[in-house]
């Protein structure tokens, strides 16, 4: 799922300054399973955003909404009403549901509530990590199930560099070195061939360095 | 001017902290009425936002009372509330309200006396942070005076 | 090894011969005053058969180790240029190998690089387009089929003598030499080991690297560094990734006076050199004096490494 942490609340308040009417809307989605930008978030921002301008004299009025989803046009369509009603939506959405909103709803500012950070999972409920970087050609193949990519800092896929320390990555001891998991699971899959085989160079034309991308389903289009 | 009489918020859980409350006034025990008691199953019912409404409705000061640790009656409840308590302590902090606002006490059903200790001390303790910049019935009052 | 030089180079002509071979290293400023490698290079020269210059240590921004390259070899020396592949794309890289060539440099060094995180601009952007394997063969393919990455032709192949570094003390341990063979079948032609202060370890790598025969596809040259003081020893035990200092050495420093401790340092890197002629595989040693340049000529000579041969 797509992970992301809402944008510290002074940044917020900035954004919203001179404004009296808004909607805080959620969604559904990936910020619901990681709790940061689905319904129950939506209340407790609105309550903050109340209190902090209620504390200066100066009230703001919200409306609070949770779509399913912000980034798909069937569910993006159902805000029409509530966004002809307010000044500005601030959206818990990750990154795109902000701009799927920002394209329908050309009259009204979309605010992004989140820093949208990364694609990932849950360890446990509440501790969400990074595993995919999306670069468009999957390795996981060759590497045991962990990604290289994205779980190496420095993206080796033919690592691990000198830095490796007991297991750890040279930047930060709680971040695991991807390379040390790599070769543990190799081993224990008996595929350590596919370490021995040097991994070629890269073609990052499927990442985002050739552009933005887009996937079509041909079946589907009428 | 009035003095200044908080309104503090108690949520309590039913097993425990509202028994050690039903106690303290079978034992005749004093404690302010500046506390309103809400009662719950359990802490572990407590999300951020039922404290949060507390403060934007304009308390003063708002705790939650639990079981002692490990002994919840549903095992993990207050557990549970503990960690939510410590993250909404930061979220009326961003607000700018004062973390001390907010608490979490553990007490059993027999202890009625540390039922009313808690109320008198968190009541001392928000009449020292004087109200909360939301609490308009007292500054409406004060206007009036 | 073939019978035809790859490069050249002052360094391959040395190892070729079969003499122990010395490689030092210098590190450029952080200005852009030339004079500052001007003078380094004055402490160095003839103290070793080519000098490794740093291409943004630690990430931290520093003289480009092209630039600087050029600058040593107009003082007569040799450098051994270094690439991370930290800061540069596939482009940026094929287009320095090609300058570098162009302005007389002969060796090059292929290196990951430490992360951005512990220079002075962790805010910048990660390039890592290769990885140090894929440079490696990236510099081989370029001179030896005369090829761009892109598999068009270069016009005027480069011709490098191709080296890496090699961290026998980093983990995991089992791994390290595999690894060494895997820049072995990227085209490799040597490689400098991180600084040995483990002997025992440093021998355990060897044994396995020599059972695999890579000491006969790949000069090796071991590293050594002096330490100045108890503390410089004590840093770099707790605070290098990839370091590893026994607590004997780490002892014999903190016992020795303070007003000593440099000379100790110095005595404890000559042994190291002494104990490193006598292990099989090693073709040289690559002395890393770290701001200290003007001890690698004490360093090589104590060691009875001087004068160096001309060939």
Known sequence: ????????????????????????????????????????????????????????????????????????????????????????????ACGAGVQFMAERYKDVPIYPALNTTFVGGSKKEGYYVERCQTCGECKLYFTGGICPIARCSKSLLNGPCGGSTKGKCEIDPEVDCAWQLILDRLKSLNQMDRYTDIMPINDWRTNRDGGPRKMIREDFQR | MPEFEPIVVAFCCHY???????????MRLEYPTNIRIIRLPCTGKVTPIFLLRAFEKG???????????????????NLVAKPRVNYTKKLIQEVGLEPERLEMFNMSAAMGPRFAEVAREFVERIKQLGPSPLNKKFHIQSDAA | ??????????????????????????????????????????????????????????????????SSAVIMIQEGMEPVMQMVCRDRNRIAIQSDILGGAALGVKNMLCLSG??????????????????SIQLINTVKIMRDEGKFLSGEEIKGAPKLFIGAAANPFADPFEIRAPRLGKKVAAGVDFVQTQCIFNLKKFEDWMKQVVDMGLH??????????????????????????????????LQRMKSTPKEKQAEEGITIAVETIKRLQEIKGIAGVHIMAIEWEEKVGEIAEKAGLLPRPTL
């Open chain 3, 114 to 131: 430490d992360h951005q995180r512990f220079g002075d601009h962790p805010q910048a952007k990660n390039v890592f387009d290769l990885d």
């Open chain 1, 1 to 92: 799922m797509v992970i992301g942490e809402r944008k510290p609340f002074d940044e917020i308040m900035k954004m919203l300054e001179g404004v009296k009417k808004i909607a805080v809307l959620g969604c559904g989605g990936c910020v619901t399973v990681c709790l940061t930008g689905g319904q129950d978030e939506v209340r407790v921002l609105s309550s903050q955003l109340r209190m902090a301008r209620d504390k200066e004299g100066n009230p703001i009025e919200i409306i609070e909404k949770t779509l399913e989803r912000q980034c798909d046009p069937e569910y993006v369509e159902l805000a029409e009403g509530m966004a002809s009603d307010v000044e500005v939506i601030l959206s818990m």
């Open chain 2, 59 to 77: 308390a003063d000061g708002v705790y939650v009372a639990g079981c002692l640790e490990g002994d919840c009656h549903f095992i993990q409840g």
């Open chain 3, 216 to 249: 006969e596809k790949v000069y090796i040259l071991g590293g050594v560094t002096p330490f100045k003081s108890f503390g410089m020893a004590r840093y770099m035990a707790n605070n290098v990734p990839g370091m590893d200092v026994p607590d004997e050495l």
């Open chain 2, 16 to 26: 425990c902290a509202y028994g050690a409350a039903d106690l303290a006034g079978s």
């Open chain 3, 1 to 66: 090894m073939s019978d035809e030089f790859k490069s050249g180079s002052n360094l391959e002509r040395v190892l070729k011969s079969g003499t122990f071979a010395v490689t030092g290293e210098c590190g450029p400023p952080r200005g852009a005053d030339a004079e500052v490698i001007r003078t380094k290079c004055k402490l160095l020269k003839d103290k070793a058969d080519a000098f490794n210059i740093t291409d943004n240590q630690t990430s931290v921004v520093r003289m480009s180790s092209i």
